[in-house]
């Protein structure tokens, strides 16, 4: 049996599934069996883990390569424990729409996936929602999850309408997606333009809200950001950024390490020692896509302005310069 950190499940909270391991599963890995018995894909296994709502026997378990043995009984919370909110009547800003792909703008503040943290409906909800309006004749659509955004990340996203458009993935894998951020950085960054190369690690044992860590060649991913000055404040710069590869919190993480944290990052721009500027979420926006159409091969482009909240932090940095 392999080890791990673990403590007792609280006797107060009640694991909504229940999985026992048979004797053909004896000795497989938690992840690998939990994916067949509760039929999740193993991202959602693994978001499971790291939340701590796998149990075995009772007690929490978050290494995914634990050794299950016949017997354990395995208790699930967080399948189906998030109910979606309603986002009927919920504006959708659709930027392109044909039967196999969907351009759409996210808000900020809008998880993209259902979650039991989200206070608003999903993207996901909000879409779903679009399709019903649009197409009630229709009980089931299909929707693909390409790429993701911060929740705090306003801008573009596209999803499939097929399965045979999921091939853009191939896109985001080979990084032939050209990708544009809008952001405003603390402090006044000197130069016109430079290039951040780092190599980044996702850990579960990071504090404060930080799910990446810089890390080495060997155990990181290759993470490149290319950036260009369009505004210097007195406190604040705001850059254009172009990401050559697209890691989970890329420009959070390698903004905050050149010491240019994002405008509103509590999370990595926590050791920020300048005085920081209020916003109330952080300054990120995704400002420019483009891909080739994955059924045609025709290349797309799309282009978003800043939103408001952005546009008004702008201002305010303005005057005060």
């Not at 960054?189 to 809200?209: D, P, R």
Request: with cysteine; hydrophobic share 35%; net charge positive.
């Amino acid at each position: 049996m392999a080890h791990g950190r673990q403590r007792p499940s609280p006797m107060n909270e009640t694991p909504l599934h229940s999985f026992k391991i048979s004797d053909a599963q004896d000795g497989e890995r938690l992840d690998l069996a939990l994916k067949s018995l509760a039929k999740m894909s193993r991202k959602k296994v693994k978001s499971l883990l790291d939340s701590g709502q796998v149990f075995v026997n009772n007690r929490k378990v978050i290494i995914a390569s634990w050794e299950v043995e016949e017997g354990n009984v395995i208790q699930v919370k967080g399948i189906d424990d998030a109910e979606e909110l309603s986002a009927d009547g919920h504006y959708l800003k659709v930027l392109y729409e044909d039967t196999n792909i969907l351009v759409v703008e996210k808000e900020a503040g809008i998880l993209c996936e259902k979650s039991p943290i989200a206070t608003k409906p999903t993207l996901v909800a909000i879409i779903n929602a679009y399709f019903k309006r649009k197409m009630p004749h229709l009980k089931h659509h299909y929707l693909g999850l390409v790429h993701r955004l911060d929740q705090d990340t306003s801008g573009i996203m596209v999803y499939s309408k097929t399965r045979e458009a999921n091939r853009i993935t191939d896109q985001f894998k080979k990084h032939t997606i050209k990708r544009k951020y809008l952001a405003i950085v603390e402090g006044r960054v000197t130069s016109e333009q430079g290039k951040v190369q780092s190599y980044l690690k996702k850990s579960t044992l990071l504090s404060a809200g930080k799910k990446v860590v810089a890390s080495t060649p060997e155990a990181g991913r290759l993470a490149i950001t290319q950036y260009r000055l369009l505004e210097r404040y007195d406190r604040a710069t705001l850059l254009e950024l172009n990401l050559n590869t697209g890691r989970t919190h890329q420009i959070r993480v390698q903004m905050a390490s050149l010491g240019h944290p994002l405008v509103g990052d509590l999370i990595y721009g926590k050791d920020f020692k300048g005085p920081k500027i209020f916003f109330a979420r952080q300054a990120l926006h995704a400002s420019y896509l483009c891909f080739r159409h994955p059924i045609t091969g025709t290349k797309m482009e799309f282009r978003s302005e800043l939103p408001r909240d952005m546009r008004r932090l702008m201002e305010r940095l303005r005057q005060s310069s």
